[in-house]
Nanobody, 122 residues
């Protein structure tokens, strides 16, 4: 059992930045990867970024490469998503998730946070 809590969402102008945080607790020893996904109204949930729990490997969706950075703290109990050069199309609810597999497929993630709203205005 893993519990995930996101924070850091909000309203920002295009070109601005936000940093999302995901605090993990519980039986995190069984988690291999942490991922970030987003879902806009009326659209499917899509992959944003993922990171091995130990930080050994990191992957990004093409749409966010060069703008977003996924990282973790020294204890590996908190995962961050630094979002720079934000665009209106980045507007969505952002979710962090934990999986036993290194995958961008949201169906392979076992645990999800409650989500945090990110709104980018033009």
């Amino acid at each position: 059992q893993v519990q995930l809590v996101e924070s850091g969402g909000g309203l920002v102008q295009a070109g601005g930045s936000l940093r999302l945080s995901c605090a993990a607790s519980g039986r995190t020893f069984s988690t291999d990867a942490m991922g970030w996904f987003r879902q806009a109204p009326g659209k499917e949930r899509t992959f944003v970024a993922l990171r091995h729990w130990n930080g050994a490997n990191i992957y990004y969706a093409d749409s966010v490469k060069g703008r977003f950075t996924i990282s973790g703290d020294n204890a590996e109990n908190t995962v961050y998503l630094q979002m720079n050069s934000l665009k209106p199309e980045d507007t969505a609810v952002y979710y962090c998730a934990a999986s036993q597999h290194l995958t961008a497929d949201p169906n392979m993630y076992d645990y999800w946070g409650q989500g945090t709203q990110v709104t980018v205005s033009s």
